[in-house]
């Protein structure tokens, strides 16, 4: 019998197949963990060397001792990530003709919890808006220009932070009635998000601001407007740049995010781990409440899967239920069904 492939040279056909796709060097080492993990575990349960291990040698009964052992004191999202990674591998190995199915349905995993988006309620979103309007976050540099640009663009456009960060100057549209700014979303996928020319006010006070504290940074030519500040800067500029000048990185943006919320006292209202995510689930659920359906929020949040933006529906819902539950007519109808309920003292 022809044996098959050894899986350390399947898994170097596996990464080359995927090269077109450009993983981020983040994603490729989270595959190599997940890969190395089990066929460790794997060669523990065979009693072979990693490096002998074959295709042939990964059947059902040898994946699911391996998972389990490996699992052991896990998360179940670190089990439910590599039980993805090899479900991808296996699907390689299919298309290549060296297996005819993939033994991954019958490995158990973890399911994975669903949890609803936690926005801001619109009394935290105004105190947010009001502190970044009077400015009066604390800093040992305050730009109060910055912080205002940074945080309003989030909550209004639902954007993710790498989508925030990597926004060019070229990339805001300024045209009167189609004002927009482009994204690049996962997957390298594009999409422009309407805007209001209130917002385009707020950038520019901004690029005023910046301008005053780098102005070796300004263009010097070409300059039609000197009144207007987009003019003074290049469409390969960055958009947001820190306290250096340079374009802001994903530490700098979450340090600002969260002295904004501090100071708003809303940091005990948003999720666990979400800063900027926190401003699009509040983007996202605002426009559900004035009646944006699922494929509409689809488009404008850069979703792969509708079952994705359909959360926000029920997270919208579960949160007009319980605003409805705090009427004071409940408050009413109870003290009423407990007076006339049997028992109940004459």
Avoid at 153 to 160: I, L, Q, S
Avoid at 232 to 251: N, Y
Avoid at 329 to 335: D, I, N, R, S
């Amino acid at each position: 019998m022809e044996q098959t492939p050894l899986v350390i040279d399947a898994i170097a056909g596996w990464f080359l197949a995927r090269a077109p796709r450009k993983d981020s060097p983040h994603t490729k080492a989270a595959y190599r963990r997940d890969l190395a993990a089990i066929c460790s575990a794997a060669s523990v349960h065979l009693g072979r060397p990693v490096d002998d291990l074959r295709i042939g040698d990964l059947t059902l009964r040898v994946l699911r001792n391996a998972f389990a052992a490996w699992s052991e004191g896990r998360a179940p999202a670190t089990v439910r990530r590599a039980h993805s990674t090899w479900s991808g591998f296996f699907e390689h190995l299919v298309s290549e003709e060296h297996l005819t199915g993939s033994p991954m349905p019958g490995v158990a995993k973890p399911k994975a919890p669903r949890r609803l988006p936690k926005p801001f309620a619109e009394d935290d979103a105004a105190r947010i808006v009001a502190v970044l309007r009077d400015g009066s976050t604390r800093r040992r540099n305050p730009w109060p220009e910055l912080d205002a640009a940074v945080v309003l663009t989030a909550m209004v456009t639902g954007v993710r932070a790498a989508e925030l960060l990597a926004v060019d100057i070229g990339d805001v549209t300024r045209t009167s009635g189609n004002e927009r700014i482009r994204v690049l979303g996962k997957g390298e996928a594009e999409r422009a998000i309407p805007v209001e020319p209130a917002l385009l006010t707020v950038l520019g006070t901004y690029l005023d601001s910046r301008r005053d504290r780098f102005p070796g940074s300004a263009r010097r030519r070409g300059i039609e407007d000197e009144s207007d500040p987009w003019q003074w800067w290049r469409k390969s500029d960055a958009l947001f740049v820190d306290r250096t000048g340079e374009r802001m990185q994903i530490g700098a943006l979450q340090y600002l995010v969260e002295l904004v919320y501090r100071d708003a006292g809303v940091n005990a209202s948003r999720a666990r781990g979400a800063l900027v995510h926190a401003l699009r689930h509040t983007a996202a659920t605002r426009l559900v409440e004035r009646g944006a359906t699922a494929v509409e929020l689809m488009d404008f949040l850069g979703h792969r899967s509708l079952s994705t933006s359909q959360g926000y529906l029920a997270s919208t819902a579960a949160s007009v239920r319980a605003a409805a539950a705090r009427s004071p007519v409940y408050g009413l109808l109870t003290a009423q069904v407990e007076q006339t309920a049997p028992g109940a003292a004459e």
